[in-house]
C-alpha cells in the first residue's frame, strides 16, 4: 500500500530543488516505490572533500533531502510539514567518482514523528552511506510554499 498523500511525479518534486543547494550539488529525484524515494547525486568537485573522495557532508545532504523530501509527500502540506529532529551517518566505503544512489524508506510514519532509512550506494550497488534521519511533524505555518505546488 502506498503511502503518498498525492501522486508521484519526478518532474514536479526536482522542481523543488530550483535555486536550493540541491540544484547546485546536482541532485536529482529518479525513482520511487510505495514506500521509497530514490535519488542521485554525482561524486564530483562539488561533493568531494580534499582527498578526492565523496564529503560525508554531501552524502549527508543527499540523505536529508531524500528523506525530508519523502516525509513531506506523506502529508498534507497546507494542514502540517515535517521538518528535520536528527539525522546520523555511518560512511561504509569511500568513492572518488561517479554517482551514487540514495534509497530513503520509511520506518516509521506516526502523528507526531517520522523515522527514514536512507542508503546510499555506488554505481556497483556497493554500500557507501547508511542513515537515519528523524523528521517531527507540525503545524503548518500558512500552507505550502509556492514551490512545492508546481
Excluded: Y
Excluded at 521509497?36 to 565523496?54: A, C, E, N, S
Excluded at 515535517?82 to 534509497?103: E, K, P, S, Y
Excluded at 520506518?107 to 528523524?134: A, F, N, P
Amino acid at each position: 500500500m502506498a503511502i503518498w498523500k498525492h501522486p508521484l511525479d519526478l518532474d514536479r518534486i526536482n522542481h523543488w530543488s530550483r535555486n536550493t543547494m540541491m540544484e547546485t550539488l546536482d541532485i536529482r529525484f529518479t525513482a520511487f516505490g510505495d514506500d521509497w524515494l530514490r535519488g542521485t547525486m554525482p561524486v564530483d568537485h562539488r561533493t568531494q572533500q580534499p582527498f578526492g573522495l565523496l564529503h560525508g557532508g554531501a552524502s549527508v545532504v543527499l540523505a536529508e533531502t531524500l528523506g525530508s523530501s519523502a516525509s513531506l509527500l506523506t502529508l498534507d502540506v497546507d494542514k502540517e510539514i515535517a521538518v528535520g529532529l536528527d539525522i546520523n551517518a555511518n560512511h561504509i566505503r569511500g568513492v572518488r567518482g561517479g554517482l551514487v544512489t540514495g534509497t530513503a524508506k520509511a520506518v516509521h510514519l506516526g502523528r507526531t514523528t517520522q523515522v527514514w532509512e536512507i542508503r546510499i550506494e555506488e554505481e556497483t550497488g556497493k554500500l557507501v552511506c547508511l542513515s537515519r534521519l528523524t523528521m517531527a511533524v507540525i503545524p503548518s505555518p500558512g500552507g505550502a510554499p509556492g514551490n512545492l505546488r508546481a
